[in-house]
Each structure stands twice: as C-alpha cells, then as structure tokens.
C-alpha cells in the first residue's frame, strides 16, 4: 500500500486520520503518545546501556528507551555474539571490537547519563523500531555546563570513532557518512585497527555456480534480449511464472548494455539474506567481475539507500550486503558503502553504482547525474527482484524507469524464475545456475 498525498515522508509510509473510533474506543488521548516527527522533546537521561542505546525520562513523567538514528556501536563483551564483525570496515578481530564496545559505552556514559537532552526524529524513519525503541537523534550539552545542547551525540560518537554509521534511510546519512571517513582516515577509536587494503581475500574463487533469490529474468524494452548480450543464464531446469512479461525457452538472468555501461541482475545475489546457504557459491565473484567489465574506474562501490530501499525484502542497502563488503575488502581494500544522496559530486571518483528495486523514485536530476557518471566511465548495476509482486508493483517499475532514464534498453522482466531442481534449501525460488556465456570474461577468480 502507497499514498503519495498523505504520508510521513516516503510514499510506502501511509498516514491517515481515518478512524472508525464508533466502533473501537483506542482513539482517546494518552499520556506519553505525543512524540511525533517535527517536534524537539526535553528528557532526562536515566541510565546509558551501551554506546548507542539509553534510557530517558520525559519532561511530562513519561519514560522510554532510546536506540540512536544512524549509528552502530560495537556491542560489549556481554553481547559480542551478537556482533557482526563483517559490519566494521578494515577490521577481523572480533574481541578487539568487543573491547572498543566497552569504551564506547563508557564514553556515552561520561557525556550523557544524568544529563538533559534534546530529543528529536527524521522524517525518513518511523519513530518506533520493531522492539518499541525510540529512534531519535538527542542533542546535548557537551561543555558540561555551558547550557546549550547543541552537540549532536549521534555525529559526535561517530566523529570521535566510537560508531560506526547505519545504513539507513534517513536524511543525515551521507552527511555522517563523511563524518565517518574522516574519522576512519585519522585512526580515531575503533578505526585505530581498521586496515581494508591488508583485508583477507574473502569468497573469490573461479565461477563454478552463482546463487540467484528470488529472481525475475530480463528482456528488454521491445521484448527478449539476444544472447549475445546475456551472461548468466538460469539452469534448463527452471521455469518462469509469467505476469504478463515476454517467455523464453532459455531464461536469461542477467544482461548488458555496453553503450551506457549498465547491467541487470534479476536477483538480490549480494543479499546477506541466504547468506548461511550460499557462502559455497561464486556470486560475489561474478558480480565484481561484472561491475569491472561494465566500467573502467577504480574507485570504491556504491550502493543506493536513499530511495526507500532500506528495510525491505525486495531491496537492499549497504546494510545488507555486509559479507559483499568484505569480499570488494579483500580485493585489495575496495571500498564499498551507501549513498542516499545521488547527485555529481556523491558518485564523483567511484568505480560503480548499484542500485536494487526503489519505492522512491528518482528526480529528473537524479537520473541526469547517473547518466553522467556511466558516460564518465562509471558502472550502473541494477539488481532486481521478483518479490516487487508481493507489495507493489512500484519497485519494478521504478528501477525499470532508471534503465530507460540513462539510455538503456534492458528491463526487469514481470516473471518470477523457479527451479525445482537447482535451488538452495529445496526453495525453487533459490536459484543455482552454472548456466554461463564464456564468450564474457567474468567466471575466473577476480584477483
């Protein structure tokens, strides 16, 4: 469900004052359900779990816990199995990180607890996380007694190395994002033992099979796409489950466009999602390698997350590709990280784009600076997904919109690709090919 006209800043977050409150009586006021986008509340800080997570009381009595917008800390000894250490650029270890979650918790605890703040929302998250968190920026007083809470903590525990960013979709992203990479390139806190170009080479191997979910296959503007333009295939095994899109007997997974540097995938292969089941598989390797085919830069990798991609099955942000991370690190220390901002200047020096199913779509300026880019040199790689069925069909459509606004012909096809024979886990729609176009240069190990 979309609304364009009523929402809280993104078409899929719906907000209506349409209540049927003659029949259910859960309409009435209550303490404590005023927070809301656009609104600064005063609160008190009750006690600091760790880095990024604290307990405050309200100025009207009411309490809550806060999980703060956009960053991550390393979690403390007594949650390291929760740690993902794939998450922390440059970085192996995970009981150092277990450690740096201590000084971080402590740091927290120095600049806020006891303290009054100023807490406040983005309009691009909802206000709540799935576990009844708060989710807010907090402003405080970082000259302990100056009076004025003008240090934002959340940028300030990234600029002093004790966070990482989250990738997310909310508005200050790429602002803490830079934050960040200066703290990386001066060594502050965590990053002290960051070091992305000495990272171990991670899942590069010769192309022997490529894992596939959730896939739709590709066709072009005008119907099927030539082989000659398809390097990866489906196995013969699979099938299509057609929406109205074109047929094939051979069913073409990924596609090119070397005119305009672009390329489409039909499936999330870069998802951390089946990542338990499909670490034996040559994905990584075949995108990487596609991505240098497609462009002739030598810089790092982005990936869009500032169209609604965030928190969705049929989409990605950095955030869900942390194991791909580690792969393009272990390739020399290529970078890999999100942009929300798409414009010349964000996708200035980088190697690639990816892009994965909006629920925004792009400005006019947006598509214009993409264009730019690939004529510049730059890849475009547009991930698909078949699940864009199982919301709206706006996801489709809208990725299909950037293809054809760089000058592209290649389009995500309305189908699903099944297999029953080669998948993973027994799921048709988990596919395994081997099914390959060897007249490309993308099936040997990448380094």
Known sequence: MTDTTHNVGSDYQPLTNEFNDGMFPVFDERDGLGLEV????QATVTGVIDGDTIDVEFADGTTGEIRLLGIDTPETPKNVDYESVEEWEGIEDDNYL?????????????ELDGKVIDVFFDSKEPVRDPFGRLLAYVRYDADDGGGSRD????????????????????????????????????????????????????RDRDVSEVFVPNASSVRTSTGTVADSRVPLFAAPTATQDLNG????????????????????????????EH??????????????????Y????????????????FGHDHSLSAEDAVYYLRHLEGEGGVGFRGINRIDSAGLSGARALVVTPP????????????????????????????????????????????????????????DRVLDDTNNVNNDPALLLTS???TAFPLFSKVS
């Not at 090119?256 to 499936?267: H, I, M, S």
Request: include cysteine.
């Open 38 to 41: 656009g609104k600064t509340f």
């Open 98 to 110: 277990a450690k740096r979650g201590e000084v971080a918790a402590d740091w927290a605890t120095t």
């Open 151 to 202: 240090t934002l903590y959340n940028q300030e525990a990234v600029q002093q190395g004790h966070a990482r960013v989250y990738d997310s979709n909310m508005s200050k992203h790429d602002d803490f994002l830079m934050t960040e990479l200066d703290a990386r390139a001066n060594g502050r806190g965590v990053w002290q033992r960051s070091d992305p170009s000495n990272s171990s080479e991670f």
């Open 245 to 272: 899109g074109v047929s094939y007997s051979t069913i073409p997974l990924a596609a090119v466009d070397e005119a305009v540097n672009t390329g489409l995938l039909g499936g999330l292969s870069i998802s951390e």
């Open 275 to 292: 990542d338990a089941d499909s670490a034996a598989y040559e994905q990584f390797t075949f995108v990487t390698n596609l991505l240098n």
């Open 294 to 309: 497609l462009g002739d830069g030598s810089g790092e990798v982005l990936i869009d997350g500032g169209h609604g991609q």
């Open 359 to 414: 629920t925004v779509p792009y400005t006019q300026s947006e598509v214009d600076a993409v264009s730019t880019f690939c004529s510049n040199g730059g890849a475009l790689l547009l991930l698909g997904s078949s699940r864009t069925e199982d919301l709206f069909d706006e996801p489709r459509s809208l990725l299909n919109d950037i293809a054809a606004g760089v000058g592209s012909d290649l389009r995500l096809n309305e």
């Open 435 to 437: 099914n390959v176009n």
